[in-house]
């Protein structure tokens, strides 16, 4: 499938969602590092925003694009990871420009927006997908740990339930390619910043138990980001702390982007499918993790998700 729709196709942008994280830009920089490797007449140039400082420990993430110099239209589009085409943020121009665009995802909500798409919302990962299409004599240590990173972020290291045999399968067949497995999960999934610990520790002080106890809640306003001396990014991992509390279905994350607008994570334990509340907003995912952006307030935004939680329970 990736021979094919790389045949003829000269001049290659890869992009993945905005706010990048494990699986977005370990997909995306696998593919960048293998159309490089493997099809040295091929320009491949890769699009994203600037990931955590956490994801520092590879040198190859130096390579990537974080504004669009030219708007060309390049012959290929290759987008990662990405539910829906506005979600590629500023790289979504090139995508409306390129010749031809192909997708490769797992969100459920992905509505297969490219020409081609290859989705499969029970997959692991996108970068399972992306292990899929190559070429496994190919895979060298570079491309393998991107991989790793991409499979191991977004099962919750080997933990949720999409992760599945063949996941395990790809993961010792990448492990072999002598990645640093235990350095890349330490380092980018569990290390946290003195920072972000505290601010999490507010974060669970804080959380309130609604509908029942079957859902939890909690928001880092921006005036307590400044406090803690901690923007966005660190606030990853919040909602899947919130999520393991006992007797819950549904965790929700909030945090403040600016005047009256929130960035919302959704979570959930087996009964709430979260991407179809997401998707109700406008956002979107996965059925066990979701997220969206509202505006209003906190507790206005709070009734109105936990409405229509309540319908799913
Ligand atoms: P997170 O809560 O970690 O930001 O996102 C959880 C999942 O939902 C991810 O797979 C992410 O791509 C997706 N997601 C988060 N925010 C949005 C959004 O605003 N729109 C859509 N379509 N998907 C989102
Ligand atoms: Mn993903």
């Not at 060309?72 to 665009?101: N, P």
Request: proline fraction near 2%; include cysteine; hydrophobic fraction near 40%.
């Amino acid at each position: 499938m990736l021979k094919h729709v790389l045949s003829q196709a000269k001049t290659v942008a890869i992009g993945g969602h905005i706010r990048p994280d494990g699986d977005c830009l370990g997909s995306c920089m696998a593919l960048y590092q293998y159309i490089k490797k493997c099809f040295p007449q091929v320009q491949v140039d890769l699009y994203l925003e600037k990931a955590p400082e956490c994801f520092d420990m590879f040198e190859g993430i130096k390579e990537i694009c974080h504004e669009i110099k030219e708007e060309k239209a390049y012959d290929l589009f290759v987008a990662l990871d990405c539910a829906d085409s506005g979600r590629l943020g500023f790289s979504e121009i090139l995508f409306q420009k390129a010749h031809k665009t192909f997708c490769v995802d797992h969100h459920i909500s992905n509505p297969s927006y490219a020409d081609e798409n290859y989705i499969v919302p029970e997959a692991s990962s996108t970068a399972e997908l992306v292990y899929r299409l190559l070429d496994k004599e190919k895979i060298d240590t570079e491309i393998a740990e991107f991989l790793y990173l991409g499979i191991a972020h977004d099962t919750g290291i080997f933990q949720y339930s999409s992760t599945a045999p063949e996941t395990m399968e790809a993961a010792a067949f990448l492990m072999r390619k002598k990645v640093r497995a235990n350095e890349i999960i330490d380092k980018t999934y569990y290390q946290k910043t003195y920072e972000q610990n505290k601010v999490l520790g507010k974060a669970l002080q804080d959380s309130v138990l609604l509908l029942d106890g079957k859902c939890i809640a909690s928001w880092i306003t921006k005036k307590d980001m400044s406090f803690f001396n901690v923007g966005p990014k660190d606030l990853e991992g919040i909602v899947s702390q919130l999520r393991v509390t006992k007797d819950t279905e549904v965790a929700i994350f909030i945090y403040e982007l600016g005047e009256q607008e929130y960035k919302i994570s959704l979570r959930a334990n087996g009964k709430v499918n979260v991407s179809e509340v997401a998707s109700y907003f406008g956002g979107g995912g996965h059925i066990k993790a979701a997220g969206l952006t509202m505006c209003g307030d906190i507790q206005d935004i709070l009734n109105q998700l936990t409405a229509q939680i309540r319908k799913q329970l």
